[in-house]
């Protein structure tokens, strides 16, 4: 039997970090979210034009300045990644300082994101 995902009792104990790829006339863009899986509110990063390391790495410091998101860091985090593993080094580099863990779960990830990528799709079908 497979085993469920924890359950986060508190704010920040995991936070599944993604992006989404959206076109448009100019050529594709990439949108960048986290979503704190106790409160399940998302913090919305940014939009880039690729989703290069650069890219991904910016927006994770992004990410470590938004002020809902600080406000609960002092219990430290665990940030949930899907993919990118060959940046563990990068990441690592930029939570350790603030207290973060890095986690890797395709299944996790998705699990967290799912409720906010399906309500972002509900807004856009009743728009």
């Known amino acids: ?30 949108i960048f979210v986290a979503v704190d899986a106790f409160s399940q509110f998302a913090f919305s990063l940014g939009v880039e034009r690729d989703e290069s390391p650069k890219s ?6 992004f990410l470590m300045e938004q002020s809902d998101f600080v406000k609960y860091i002092d219990l430290g985090f665990t940030l949930v990644l899907g993919e990118h593993e060959e ?13 973060g863990n890095l986690l890797f779960s395709k299944g996790f990830n ?6 906010v990528l399906k309500s972002f799709r509900d807004s856009l079908s009743r728009g």
């Open 87 to 99: 940046l563990s080094d990068e990441i690592n580099a930029i939570l350790k300082p603030v207290n």
């Open 56 to 61: 991904i790495l910016k927006n994770i410091y």
């Open 110 to 115: 998705s699990y967290l994101s799912n409720p």
């Open 1 to 30: 039997m497979k085993k469920p995902f924890p359950k986060a009792k508190r704010h920040l104990e995991y936070v599944a970090f993604f992006h989404f790829q959206v076109s448009t006339k100019e050529g594709p863009c990439f």
